[in-house]
């Protein structure tokens, strides 16, 4: 394998002790892995009224560790391979939505605004590599319809945009690379190429991070199937039937743990969930969450996620006298929402009194009573798993149909010997199927899989999970024992699978063309 060049703008920028300094002070908890070298579209900056984007350099980092010694990587600033008229990989890595880095609404979130000139005259010549890497998330091409701007808001059209300021900066589409984990991305974008005539598409390449991401972590995972099923079964007492980790409270979630309350379902699980003071808008209107997040002296956190502050909170909501002013506004929530609990069944859910029943029951524990810490990749704890019989899993997005997203929720799952469902995108099973990994059908009813409404959608889920909730647990370990040969097999899918392999060979083979 030849050398792959990697060219930076701000290569020595970071290592600069005062500017290490303000990266470590403000910016570090937007990288998972503390500083990288040289993010060309964050580090000049320092601006705290904006995001900072290039943080997610996952490319880089899985030929590092997944190629090598195949490969050498070699890191220059752009002006040592421009002199030389060499040719480099330029990365554009993201962080956040695609409003924070594509949107061309302002020139801070404009794509390629802050590649350097000489860089971009090198790009221009047809010596560069452009790689946009999307491949942390599963954002949609086109994510204009009604559910994926109810589920993650308003983003410009990916395909467009990129287009349309590669030919404004003269770039030569064909050496853009887009690293997207959105498993239906690659047919959308051949489609909309074909609709629009477009004769010199861009590369757009399937990584699916994430089934990687924690692949670091699983060699302490030696437990076999039959060393879970033993485990259940000498522990049957204390079993539960399903576990649902929620983290951070999307509306969606909520939902579904009103749900989870409504149906008497909460005791049969596992069940998380505090309430963080700053969702309570009514009552804690003070709260910054950018400024909790620039003052976590250097911890990567998510702002957004329960502290032990918030646990201790949650404990005296059932007295609170901010409780009404809370059911309130969850209520008025759940009015404005509107894509859950239109239907006769599930509407009961977002009445006043169930919201109140299950905000007396917070906190829901299950291993913390703090989340501010970045943990759900690298600190998580297995026996969670031995201690239910299957897993009800929130996906990161779950509304839109145009997507198709794996996170480290499901691979989870597979590591630990789980059958799952859950409120996850629309056709989910059937692309884990495309990737080789067998459903839980006739086990688990997945005709949820194929309904594109999500009222409906959740219907079907609840129907499902008091199906298997009402089942005694011995007999649940039965049903758990006979998915045996699925359960195994996609473990054994996701330790030798080929599919980050084959991912990485598309993106070399753009590279090599550029090979000098």
């Known amino acids: ?42 580090l000049p900056l320092f601006d705290l009224e ?27 600033d752009t002006t040592d391979f421009i002199k030389d008229n060499e040719s480099f990989v330029y990365i554009i890595a993201t962080n956040g939505g695609p409003e924070l ?20 005259e090198h790009i221009r010549k047809g010596k560069v590599v452009v790689t946009i890497d999307l491949s942390f998330e599963g954002f949609p091409i086109d994510g204009t319809d009604e559910m994926s701007v109810l589920d993650m808001g308003r983003h410009p059209h990916l395909a467009e945009t990129v287009h349309k300021r590669a030919e404004e900066e003269k770039f030569p589409i064909e050496n853009i690379v ?23 598409p861009m590369n757009w390449i399937l990584l699916d991070w994430c089934e990687k991401a924690i692949s670091s972590d699983f060699k302490h995972l030696e437990d076999t199937f ?6 259940k079964k000498d522990n049957i007492d204390t079993i539960k039937h399903y576990l649902c980790l929620c983290r951070r409270l999307k509306t969606p979630r909520i939902f579904h743990h009103l749900g989870l309350n409504y ?33 976590n002296a250097g911890e990567v956190t998510f702002s957004d996620c329960a502290t032990e502050d918030d646990t201790e909170f949650n404990k005296t909501l059932k007295d609170s006298v901010f409780l009404d002013d809370i059911v309130d506004e969850w209520w008025t929530k759940f009015n404005h929402f509107g894509a859950l609990g239109r239907r006769r069944y599930l509407f009961p859910l977002r009445r006043k009194k169930n919201i109140k029943s299950f905000l007396k029951k917070l906190p829901l524990l299950v291993d913390k009573t703090s989340f501010n810490t970045l943990d759900s990749f690298h600190h998580w704890d297995t026996k969670l798993y031995k201690d239910t019989m299957f897993s009800y899993v929130y996906e990161t997005w779950s509304m839109s149909t145009n997507m198709v997203f794996f996170s480290e929720k499901i691979y989870k799952c597979i590591l630990n010997y789980h059958p799952f469902l859950g409120m996850i995108n629309y056709q989910t099973i059937d692309f884990m199927k495309r990737n080789g990994y067998k459903s839980f059908s006739p086990w688990i009813d997945e005709t949820y899989d194929i309904i594109s409404d999500p009222d409906e959608r959740s219907e ?57």
């Open 460 to 516: 079907y889920l609840f129907k499902e999970l008091q199906s298997l909730c009402e089942m005694p647990i011995n007999k649940l370990l039965d049903w758990y024992g006979a998915q045996s040969d699925v359960l195994i097999h996609n473990r054994e899918v996701f330790m030798t699978n080929k599919h980050l392999e084959n991912s990485t060979k598309q993106f070399l083979k753009v590279w090599e063309k550029h090979y000098e």
């Open 178 to 200: 887009f690293l997207s984990a959105n498993h239906k991305d690659v047919e959308y974008y051949k489609e909309w190429c074909e609709e629009k005539n477009i004769k010199k």
């Open 263 to 295: 149906f008497n379902l909460l005791d049969k699980g596992s069940v998380s969930c505090i309430l963080p003071k700053w969702e309570i808008r009514s009552v804690f209107k003070d709260i910054d969450r950018t400024k909790m997040e620039m003052n």
């Open 50 to 76: 904006y995001q900072p984007t290039n943080a997610w350099h996952n490319i880089v980092n899985i030929l590092e560790h997944h190629h090598q010694p195949k490969m050498t990587l070699i890191h220059k």
């Open 226 to 231: 039959e060393d879970n099923f033993n485990y």
């Open 1 to 42: 394998m030849k050398n792959i060049r990697f060219g930076w703008d701000y290569l020595h920028y970071s290592k600069q002790t005062e500017i290490k300094k303000i990266i470590e002070k403000n910016f570090s908890g937007f990288s998972p892995d503390g500083i990288y070298p040289n993010d060309s579209d964050t």
């Open 101 to 120: 880095w594509c949107g061309g609404d302002t020139e801070r979130n404009t794509l390629f605004h802050n590649i350097k000139e000489h860089t971009k």
